[in-house]
């Protein structure tokens, strides 16, 4: 009896200690109780749906890709509907971790910050916010001061039912900030996300992936505008790799490592630091660029 005991205590104990290594994102969440049964009179009237990376094609065709891109886990849309009013649709993902989260939200910034969770953008009837391992769609089928509240409060709601705050990857802390557009930052891990931003080349040369986490920040000054690229890699020898992939196919003719003048007059330049690459784009002036990435040498 007594040795039964022991193992039954013994399980329990291992159970706990697994339970506690886990990251605190990584902790299953029952989607639907984040999400209120109603709110400003609009009531859920129809079951939830859930997706899946396999099967969100069945509800947003196409998109699909951005959100599997930042390897969303699950999607859970609940529909709610007062009578004579718009339809509001509550699209709620489970981005498994904060940097996939704050990612996606970087995706498409266009809008206004209403201050709902980590970071909110709203336009037309659509807002969208990130918190914690969750990013948040709330639509309005119509637009109308009543939907806007409706779906300011659900907003609200919601990122107070997400209790871990989450925080932004340091890597974005990294740029210069004067002439930065700071409403303009995109965080990602993939190159076709890069090039819906700034289009660099068709084959992924900069050798993006799960282990690499990249940001770009776009610039403005005098009328100018002009981007900076941060690569961190998981140790230097793979930046190093990446770094002669991006000079070999990039900036072949180059008469200087690193550094060209472009057809249009404007400066591209490349450097290395540690396990970080540096690359800014479009840059009115060579000395410009030099002094962004020295600046980022003594934040790194």
Same mark, same amino acid.
């Given at each position: 009896?007594? =040795?039964?005991?022991?193992? %039954? ?40 749906? %859930? ?14 890709? &951005? ?5 969303? =886990? ?35 910034? #266009? ?59 340091? &890597? %974005? ?49 005098? #009328? ?28 072949? #003719? ?27 784009? #479009? ?18």
């Amino acid at each position: 009896m007594k =040795k039964a005991a022991l193992g %039954v205590m013994l399980l329990l104990f291992i159970g706990g200690l697994e339970f506690m290594c886990k990251s605190p994102e990584k902790v299953e969440t029952n989607l639907g109780s984040l999400l209120p049964e109603e709110i400003n009179g609009w009531k859920a009237r129809e079951k939830d749906k %859930v997706f899946d990376p396999e099967t969100i094609f069945d509800y947003i065709d196409g998109a699909g890709e &951005i959100y599997r891109a930042y390897n969303f =886990k699950k999607l859970l849309a609940r529909n709610f509907s007062k009578q004579g009013k718009p339809g509001i649709i509550a699209d709620l993902f489970d981005m498994e971790s904060s940097r996939n989260a704050f990612g996606v939200f970087t995706y498409d910034l #266009d809008g206004e910050d209403v201050g709902v969770g980590k970071g909110s953008t709203y336009k037309g009837g659509l807002l969208s916010f990130w918190k914690g391992r969750f990013f948040v769609s709330l639509y309005a089928e119509e637009e109308t001061d009543e939907t806007r509240d409706a779906l300011l409060a659900l907003g609200k709601k919601v990122a107070f039912s997400i209790k871990k705050e989450g925080e932004k990857p340091r &890597i %974005v802390s990294l740029f210069p900030r004067e002439h930065l557009f700071e409403e303009r930052i995109h965080y990602f891990f993939n190159h076709i996300i890069l090039n819906y931003h700034f289009f660099v080349a068709d084959e992924n040369i900069l050798l993006l992936g799960e282990q690499t986490e990249a940001t770009l920040g776009i610039y403005r000054e005098n #009328d100018e505008k002009y981007y900076l690229l941060l690569v961190r890699y998981p140790e230097a020898g793979k930046a190093s790799v990446a770094y002669n992939s991006f000079i070999n196919a990039y900036m072949p #003719d180059a008469l200087e490592p690193g550094i060209v003048q472009t057809e249009d007059l404007k400066w591209t330049v490349a450097k290395l630091k540690e396990d970080l690459l540096i690359i800014v784009f #479009d840059v009115p002036t060579g000395s410009r660029a030099k002094e962004m990435i020295e600046e980022i040498g003594k934040n790194k």
